[in-house]
Nanobody, 128 residues
C-alpha cells in the first residue's frame, strides 16, 4: 500500500506564497489521481486541486484557480502545491490524497469521495 508523506506548511502573511509537497512511496506505486484537500475548523474537508497521475491534467477549485498550481515529479512520485497570493481564507489543514482504486477514471478527479487513501494533514495559517 502506498504511503503519502506531506511536507511544508506553516504561518505566512497575506499575499505571500507557500509550497507543499506530497511524496508517495510504496512498492510499484500507481494511482489514477493525486489531489490536495483542505479543512478549516468547523467546516467540511473540501477539494483544492488534483492531477491525473497518468496524463498530468490538472484541476482546481474555483476559490484557488489562478493562485494555486499543482504539479508533479514523476521520477520522485511527488506532487506539489504552489500557493501564491495567500489570504486568511486559505487557512486550513491541508491534506494529500490518492485515488488508488480508480473511482475518478474517465472523470474529473474533483470529488472527495473518489479518494481512498490519505496522508496526514499539515497546517497552513495565513495572517492578515
Amino acid at each position: 500500500q502506498v504511503q503519502l508523506d506531506v511536507s511544508g506548511g506553516g504561518s505566512v502573511q497575506a499575499g505571500e506564497s507557500q509550497r507543499l509537497s506530497c511524496a508517495a512511496s510504496g512498492r510499484s506505486f500507481s494511482a489514477y489521481a493525486l489531489g490536495w484537500f483542505r479543512q478549516a475548523p468547523g467546516r467540511e474537508r473540501e477539494f483544492v486541486a488534483a492531477i491525473d497521475w497518468r496524463i498530468g491534467y490538472t484541476y482546481y477549485a474555483d476559490s484557488v484557480k489562478g493562485r494555486f498550481t499543482i504539479s508533479r515529479d514523476n521520477a520522485k512520485n511527488t506532487i506539489y502545491l504552489q500557493m501564491n497570493s495567500l489570504n486568511p481564507e486559505d487557512t486550513a489543514v491541508y491534506y494529500c490524497a490518492a485515488d488508488l482504486m480508480g473511482q475518478s477514471a474517465g472523470r474529473q478527479p474533483t470529488n472527495i469521495r473518489m479518494y481512498d487513501f490519505w496522508g496526514q494533514g499539515t497546517q497552513v495559517t495565513v495572517a492578515s
